[in-house]
């Protein structure tokens, strides 16, 4: 868990403005991108394997294996091992704290 949220520490920072900016719907919408771009392509889904190929193209190629694993576990809500687009929302949403004391 703690690896997880080093990774995504940038979020922190990163939501809360993009919420000021677009508005919640605008947000929905560019984490919507952001699945996409990270996602399977065949299988709509982000895997193991799609989230190490596409963090290299996003700029984070630093990401460790077990850090991809663990991010993936801690999203994955059903137990299919990939995350849905609804599980890779909750996710970004759980390890963005300064989004959440925003939304409050
Ligand atoms: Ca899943």
Known sequence: MEEVVDIVVDFEDYF?????RYGAEGLMMELCNGFRLLMDGERGLITFESLKMKSVVLGLSDLKDEEIVCMLSEGDLDGDGALNQAEFCILMFRLSPGLLMYAH
């Open 16 to 20: 809360p403005s993009m919420m000021e």
